[in-house]
Protein backbone atom coordinates (compact mmCIF):
# COMPACT_ATOMS: atom_id res chain seq x y z
CA UNK A 1 0.00 0.00 0.00
CA UNK A 2 2.86 2.19 1.08
CA UNK A 3 4.48 1.04 -2.06
CA UNK A 4 1.49 2.79 -4.52
CA UNK A 5 0.99 5.69 -2.49
CA UNK A 6 4.83 6.16 -3.35
CA UNK A 7 4.54 5.31 -6.48
CA UNK A 8 1.20 7.64 -7.44
CA UNK A 9 3.03 10.62 -5.55
CA UNK A 10 6.00 10.43 -7.43
CA UNK A 11 4.27 9.79 -10.69
CA UNK A 12 2.13 13.10 -9.43
CA UNK A 13 5.72 14.98 -9.53
CA UNK A 14 7.02 14.07 -12.68
CA UNK A 15 3.43 15.08 -14.61
CA UNK A 16 3.77 18.28 -12.50
CA UNK A 17 7.84 18.63 -13.74
CA UNK A 18 7.01 18.13 -16.99
CA UNK A 19 4.06 20.73 -17.28
CA UNK A 20 6.32 23.26 -15.53
CA UNK A 21 8.58 22.81 -17.90
CA UNK A 22 6.13 22.74 -20.93
CA UNK A 23 5.23 26.02 -19.68
CA UNK A 24 8.21 27.38 -18.97
CA UNK A 25 9.58 26.29 -22.44
CA UNK A 26 6.20 28.32 -24.12
CA UNK A 27 6.79 31.78 -21.89
CA UNK A 28 10.31 31.62 -23.74
CA UNK A 29 9.10 31.18 -26.84
CA UNK A 30 6.69 34.34 -26.53
CA UNK A 31 9.03 36.17 -25.06
CA UNK A 32 11.49 35.64 -28.16
CA UNK A 33 8.58 36.26 -30.20
CA UNK A 34 7.51 39.45 -28.97
CA UNK A 35 11.25 40.47 -29.24
CA UNK A 36 11.90 39.38 -32.62
CA UNK A 37 9.33 41.13 -33.97
CA UNK A 38 8.99 44.89 -31.71
CA UNK A 39 12.58 45.25 -30.73
CA UNK A 40 13.98 45.75 -34.34
CA UNK A 41 11.18 47.68 -35.08
CA UNK A 42 11.51 50.22 -33.05
CA UNK A 43 14.82 51.95 -34.94
CA UNK A 44 13.37 51.19 -37.90
CA UNK A 45 10.11 53.55 -37.49
CA UNK A 46 12.02 55.97 -35.44
CA UNK A 47 14.76 56.51 -38.32
CA UNK A 48 12.21 56.21 -41.22
CA UNK A 49 10.34 59.12 -39.57
CA UNK A 50 13.40 60.62 -38.87
CA UNK A 51 14.63 60.31 -42.88
CA UNK A 52 11.50 61.88 -44.10
CA UNK A 53 11.24 64.52 -41.84
CA UNK A 54 14.80 65.62 -42.51
CA UNK A 55 13.52 65.16 -46.46
CA UNK A 56 10.26 67.26 -45.82
CA UNK A 57 12.36 70.05 -44.27
CA UNK A 58 15.25 69.78 -46.56
CA UNK A 59 12.32 70.57 -49.76
CA UNK A 60 11.04 73.07 -47.87
CA UNK A 61 14.31 74.89 -47.59
CA UNK A 62 15.32 74.38 -51.01
CA UNK A 63 11.98 75.80 -52.41
CA UNK A 64 12.19 78.94 -50.21
CA UNK A 65 15.74 79.13 -51.72
CA UNK A 66 14.51 79.04 -55.18
CA UNK A 67 12.10 81.77 -54.41
CA UNK A 68 14.86 84.13 -53.16
CA UNK A 69 16.65 83.55 -56.00
CA UNK A 70 14.70 83.73 -58.80
CA UNK A 71 12.08 85.88 -57.91
CA UNK A 72 9.60 83.61 -59.07
CA UNK A 73 5.81 82.84 -56.94
CA UNK A 74 6.07 79.89 -54.11
CA UNK A 75 3.83 77.73 -56.06
CA UNK A 76 6.54 77.82 -59.05
CA UNK A 77 9.40 77.41 -57.29
CA UNK A 78 7.47 74.25 -55.47
CA UNK A 79 6.77 72.73 -58.84
CA UNK A 80 10.20 73.35 -59.80
CA UNK A 81 11.55 71.16 -57.05
CA UNK A 82 8.84 68.74 -56.88
CA UNK A 83 9.18 68.22 -61.33
CA UNK A 84 13.00 67.99 -60.91
CA UNK A 85 12.36 65.32 -58.25
CA UNK A 86 9.95 63.54 -60.11
CA UNK A 87 12.31 62.78 -63.31
CA UNK A 88 15.20 63.01 -60.86
CA UNK A 89 17.09 65.90 -62.16
CA UNK A 90 19.22 67.44 -59.41
CA UNK A 91 17.27 71.07 -59.24
CA UNK A 92 20.70 73.44 -59.53
CA UNK A 93 21.08 71.73 -62.76
CA UNK A 94 17.86 72.80 -63.45
CA UNK A 95 18.08 76.34 -62.10
CA UNK A 96 21.72 77.19 -63.31
CA UNK A 97 20.21 76.39 -66.89
CA UNK A 98 17.10 78.54 -66.24
CA UNK A 99 19.68 81.42 -65.05
CA UNK A 100 21.93 80.54 -68.45
CA UNK A 101 18.81 80.18 -70.36
CA UNK A 102 16.46 83.24 -69.29
CA UNK A 103 18.05 84.73 -65.99
CA UNK A 104 14.50 83.61 -64.40
CA UNK A 105 12.30 85.53 -66.62
CA UNK A 106 9.25 83.53 -67.53
CA UNK A 107 8.74 86.16 -70.35
CA UNK A 108 11.80 85.97 -71.88
CA UNK A 109 11.95 86.32 -75.86
CA UNK A 110 14.64 85.27 -77.93
CA UNK A 111 15.74 86.19 -80.77
CA UNK A 112 14.81 83.08 -82.48
CA UNK A 113 11.23 82.77 -81.06
CA UNK A 114 12.30 80.99 -77.98
CA UNK A 115 9.89 81.18 -74.59
CA UNK A 116 10.19 81.29 -71.37
CA UNK A 117 12.07 80.27 -68.21
CA UNK A 118 13.81 77.73 -70.58
CA UNK A 119 13.65 79.18 -74.11
CA UNK A 120 12.04 76.62 -75.80
CA UNK A 121 11.79 76.53 -79.28
CA UNK A 122 8.11 75.63 -81.05
CA UNK A 123 9.30 72.49 -82.81
CA UNK A 124 10.92 71.39 -79.64
CA UNK A 125 7.87 72.21 -77.49
CA UNK A 126 5.41 71.12 -79.50
CA UNK A 127 6.34 67.47 -79.61
CA UNK A 128 7.61 67.41 -76.08
CA UNK A 129 3.59 68.70 -74.75
CA UNK A 130 1.85 66.33 -77.91
CA UNK A 131 4.09 63.21 -75.91
CA UNK A 132 3.02 64.91 -72.67
CA UNK A 133 -0.30 64.34 -73.63
CA UNK A 134 -1.27 68.29 -74.08
CA UNK A 135 -2.58 70.78 -76.25
CA UNK A 136 -0.11 73.22 -77.42
CA UNK A 137 -0.02 77.19 -78.07
CA UNK A 138 2.69 78.74 -78.71
CA UNK A 139 1.84 81.44 -76.06
CA UNK A 140 2.04 78.86 -73.38
CA UNK A 141 5.37 78.90 -72.85
CA UNK A 142 4.87 81.93 -71.09
CA UNK A 143 3.20 80.19 -68.30
CA UNK A 144 5.96 79.30 -65.50
CA UNK A 145 4.90 75.57 -64.74
CA UNK A 146 4.17 75.16 -68.21
CA UNK A 147 7.51 75.71 -69.36
CA UNK A 148 9.36 74.51 -66.74
CA UNK A 149 7.29 70.41 -67.03
CA UNK A 150 8.41 70.73 -70.88
CA UNK A 151 11.99 72.35 -70.05
CA UNK A 152 12.42 69.70 -67.26
CA UNK A 153 10.99 66.93 -69.32
CA UNK A 154 13.04 67.38 -72.15
CA UNK A 155 16.25 67.61 -69.89
CA UNK A 156 15.50 64.35 -68.79
CA UNK A 157 15.08 62.52 -71.76
CA UNK A 158 18.47 64.28 -72.91
CA UNK A 159 19.91 62.60 -69.68
CA UNK A 160 18.53 59.23 -70.27
CA UNK A 161 19.77 59.16 -73.87
CA UNK A 162 23.46 60.24 -73.26
CA UNK A 163 23.57 57.81 -70.14
CA UNK A 164 23.89 60.59 -67.34
CA UNK A 165 26.70 62.69 -69.29
CA UNK A 166 25.19 65.93 -68.59
CA UNK A 167 27.53 67.88 -70.34
CA UNK A 168 26.07 66.27 -73.31
CA UNK A 169 22.67 66.71 -72.26
CA UNK A 170 23.26 70.36 -71.47
CA UNK A 171 24.90 70.81 -75.02
CA UNK A 172 22.28 68.87 -76.79
CA UNK A 173 19.78 70.94 -75.04
CA UNK A 174 21.18 74.15 -76.60
CA UNK A 175 22.60 73.04 -80.06
CA UNK A 176 19.79 70.07 -80.43
CA UNK A 177 20.91 66.25 -80.95
CA UNK A 178 21.46 66.84 -84.34
CA UNK A 179 23.79 69.93 -83.12
CA UNK A 180 25.25 68.23 -80.54
CA UNK A 181 26.78 65.32 -83.09
CA UNK A 182 28.21 67.67 -85.31
CA UNK A 183 29.85 69.25 -82.70
CA UNK A 184 31.36 66.08 -81.42
CA UNK A 185 32.78 65.49 -84.88
CA UNK A 186 34.53 68.87 -84.52
CA UNK A 187 35.82 68.74 -81.00
CA UNK A 188 37.64 66.96 -78.52
CA UNK A 189 36.07 67.67 -75.50
CA UNK A 190 33.35 64.78 -75.86
CA UNK A 191 30.36 67.04 -74.84
CA UNK A 192 31.98 69.54 -73.04
CA UNK A 193 31.01 73.13 -74.27
CA UNK A 194 30.44 76.70 -73.25
CA UNK A 195 27.44 76.16 -72.37
CA UNK A 196 27.44 73.24 -69.94
CA UNK A 197 30.45 73.82 -68.30
CA UNK A 198 28.25 77.88 -67.64
CA UNK A 199 25.25 75.67 -66.58
CA UNK A 200 26.90 73.71 -64.15
CA UNK A 201 28.94 76.37 -62.94
CA UNK A 202 25.78 78.23 -62.21
CA UNK A 203 24.37 75.09 -60.59
CA UNK A 204 27.46 74.27 -58.45
CA UNK A 205 27.55 77.61 -57.06
CA UNK A 206 23.49 77.87 -56.11
CA UNK A 207 24.06 74.43 -54.80
CA UNK A 208 27.17 75.74 -52.48
CA UNK A 209 25.01 79.06 -51.46
CA UNK A 210 21.98 76.73 -50.42
CA UNK A 211 24.46 74.30 -48.55
CA UNK A 212 26.32 76.88 -46.65
Known amino acids: MKRENFLTILIAICILSYFM????????????KQNYYKLPQEPIIKSYI??????????????????KITGLEYDHCKFLVEESKEKYIDPFIVLGL??????FNPNAIGAGGELGLGQLMENTAKVIAENLGYSYKHEMLLDPE???????TQLS??????????HKALTAYNRGQQGLENYLKS???RGVSDYSLKVLQYAFDYKEEFEN
Not at 50 to 67: A, C, G, N, Q, V
Not at 157 to 166: A, E, I, R
Open 50 to 67: HDYRDSFIREKELIRFTK
Open 146 to 152: FNLKLTI
Open 157 to 166: YLKGVYHNDM
Open 21 to 32: MVNTGMTAIAED
Open 187 to 189: NDE
Open 98 to 103: IKRESD
